[in-house]
């Protein structure tokens, strides 16, 4: 049971920008992807939520082949791909917006108490919230859908990294509750300060997997990851 992708290729325009990439997100983990501005991270993440189609390869959930369902299957199989900008409705207040996820009271509540911040602004409109606020209302919705995968693109887009850092264990405690996550950011340091499994995407290829701390040790293989 994981999240699967086998020698994945994804084309867009002419050429490929993922090519023979292949990974596995398991549940309850972090799997941390990180590389370098264009090395085609936001391109693989499109091609597991079926916002574009892969041009190669296999892509499994729990066994199930995704490649056959359209996006909208995807995410009521329990896939959900949180994307880069904040996608929440800005004239709701807190509550509106995880309710608008959330099938059940008790998700609702679930998903609340991961963010004490939010608890305190709940009836406030989003607009009014910080942008790290607002930020963990995004990450609330997404886990208040109980989701079986979560596929988080550049979260700290816009945040101070002290805001960022705040997200960190709170997305740690939604993989302990079984989520398999995969987290794609370009701060590489504190995003693989929280993985299980990390990946280095350069040019569209890995070209590092394994532990996060072989990644961190190594000063050569985290400028790549940060500069390609
Ligand atoms: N819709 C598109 N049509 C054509 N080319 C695209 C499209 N989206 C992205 N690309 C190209 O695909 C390559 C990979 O881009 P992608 O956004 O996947 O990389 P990334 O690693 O997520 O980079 P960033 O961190 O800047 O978002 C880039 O060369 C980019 O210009």
Redesign the pocket.
């Known amino acids: 049971m994981s999240l699967v992708l086998d020698d994945v290729t994804v084309r867009?325009?002419i050429g490929p920008?993922i090519s023979n990439v292949s990974l596995e997100v398991e549940p309850g983990k972090i799997t941390t992807l990180v590389?370098?501005?264009?090395?085609?991270?936001?391109?693989?993440l499109?091609a597991i939520s079926g916002v574009v189609q892969a041009a190669g390869g296999t892509i499994t959930m729990d066994g199930t082949d995704l490649r056959k369902l359209s996006r909208r299957r995807r995410s009521t199989a329990g896939l959900k791909h949180v994307e880069?900008g904040r996608m929440i409705f800005p004239s709701l207040t807190v509550r509106e917006n995880l309710k608008l996820t959330a099938r059940t009271q008790a998700d609702f509540e679930e998903a609340l108490a991961l963010f004490p911040e939010l608890e305190k602004r709940i009836d406030n409109a989003t607009v009014l919230l910080s942008g790290g606020e607002q930020q963990m209302v995004v990450l609330a919705r997404a886990f208040a859908a109980k989701p079986r995968y979560l596929l988080l693109?550049?979260m700290s887009l816009g945040l101070a990294p002290v805001v960022f850092l705040r997200l960190m264990p709170i997305i740690k405690q939604i993989s302990e509750t079984g989520v398999g996550v995969l987290l794609?950011e370009?701060f590489a340091h504190m995003a693989l300060g929280v993985a299980d499994d990390a990946v280095v995407?350069t040019s569209?290829r890995v070209s590092y997997q394994g532990e996060p701390q072989g990644l961190l040790s190594d000063e050569d293989l985290l400028k790549q990851a940060y500069l390609g």
């Open positions: 867009r325009g920008v590389g370098p501005n264009g090395a085609g991270k936001t391109s693989l499109e880069q693109d550049e794609v370009q995407v569209g």
